[in-house]
């Protein structure tokens, strides 16, 4: 699996950037679908069989802006086997790009595997890792981890006091709230459900779209089948409603879609004939410069 790629979108320069690119089976995402349908659709034979799954950032640059969307796992990711790991802050400096020339983080939400690189350890303390960026999260996400109702996820505890009250504390991070342009050529999309501030984001330059759907699809076939209950959300029924959002502005905008979990360079466009959502990968003209 790649774990880096650059493309343009419109006027902007894309780095789809992996922190960790390893393979793992994906039951629970698919739970209240019988497993011959669900199976059949990844092409594969058993639930248990592990598929392509990437840990996956964007780097964005346009309008004078350079943007990140996610930060991986960070320091201390779990998958220290998997092909690349721990190596986004690397692969942003092969692009030719410097860590403090960063403007703007961009979170589709607080879980794990998003938010690791906001800090690193200097002198046995937590200091942001882009020191001229702002940081860019959703009040509702915001809310739902500070207000405590966040408590039962497994690294809750991690979460706060090593990647995101140091941000916090630095005075780096501005809220938003709902569909609005947080940089000059993106937009917040809300797709709550996989945690109640998840959001998704449309880039959006020279009359091209990008569509990038962070957890609320964790698969291509996951918009395909978007009322498809998964058991890792927050709230199963209200991302299958954030599905259908993608799906029904992905075809009104012919956008790109992909995600960050999406096996790299895994693009589409999604139709929809008679109730049947398909996707069909487009194919990416690579660019050697970011
Ligand atoms: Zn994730």
Do not use: C
Not at 37 to 63: H, K, M, Y
Not at 126 to 138: D, E, M
């Amino acid at each position: 699996m790649r774990l880096s790629a650059t493309f343009k979108v419109g006027n902007v320069s894309v780095a789809a950037l992996s922190d960790a690119a390893t393979e793992m089976p994906l039951p629970g995402f698919f739970d209240e679908v019988p497993d011959e349908e669900w199976t059949s659709a990844l092409g594969i034979d058993t639930p248990g069989t592990s598929v392509p799954f990437n840990f996956g950032s964007f780097l964005l640059r346009g309008s004078g802006r350079t943007v990140l969307l996610d930060t991986g796992f960070g320091e201390q990711g779990p998958y220290a086997e998997a092909k690349g790991a721990a190596g986004l802050l690397d692969r942003i400096r092969d692009l030719g790009v410097g860590l403090d020339e960063i403007d703007a983080v961009i979170h589709t939400h607080l879980h794990f595997d998003h938010v690791g690189w906001n800090t690193v350890t200097e002198g046995g303390e937590r200091v942001p890792t882009f020191r001229n960026a702002v940081w860019r999260v959703s009040e509702e996400e915001i809310n739902w981890w500070d207000g405590g109702a966040a408590q039962p996820h497994p690294n809750y505890e991690h979460i706060l006091r090593d990647v995101f009250d140091p941000i916090v504390g630095h005075g780096k991070v501005e809220s938003f709230s709902g569909e609005r342009l947080v940089e000059p050529f993106l937009t917040s999309i809300p797709t709550p459900g996989h945690t109640p501030g998840h959001t998704s984001f449309l880039l959006s330059s020279a009359g091209e779209h990008l569509l990038l759907v962070g957890d609320a699809a964790h698969h291509p076939e996951h918009l395909v089948h978007h009322d498809w209950v998964p058991a890792v959300d927050n709230d199963p029924r209200e991302t299958t409603r954030s599905r259908r959002r993608i799906v029904d502005l992905a075809i009104e905008k012919d956008a790109m879609v992909t995600g960050g979990h999406f096996p790299i360079l895994t693009i589409g466009k999604l139709s929809e004939i008679d109730n049947a959502i398909k996707f069909t990968e487009v194919e990416i003209k690579e660019t050697e410069e970011f």
